[in-house]
């Protein structure tokens, strides 16, 4: 990997760093698929030497998954008041 290969991916984990610091009035679905994504796309980038195709791909697939993983349906154990007579 050369010099200008390794400015791009660090260049990228910045701005996803920074990015992610926006994510304060978003749900914990929201927050997981930006994590997701933003994980993905770095992942992509490492992986595939610094191609675009693939840092977008890896983004795309870290954010389903991010989205995924935190569905807010899980969140129905907190809706209800359960009774421990």
């Given amino acids: 990997m050369n010099t200008m ?3 791009s991916i660090g260049a990228i984990a910045a701005a ?3 990015s992610l610091t926006a994510c304060a009035g ?3 679905q929201e927050k997981n698929t930006a994590y997701g994504a933003g994980a993905g796309g770095v992942a992509g980038a490492v992986l595939t030497g610094g191609s675009a195709v ?3 791909g890896g983004a795309v697939v870290g954010g389903v998954i991010g989205h995924e993983i935190s ?3 899980d969140d129905h154990y907190h809706d ?3 009774d421990h007579d």
């Fill in 16 to 18: 996803v760093l920074l």
């Fill in 26 to 28: 978003m749900s914990q």
């Fill in 71 to 73: 569905d807010d349906d």
């Fill in 80 to 82: 209800h008041d359960y």
């Fill in 54 to 56: 693939g840092t977008v």
């Fill in 5 to 7: 290969e390794k400015s």
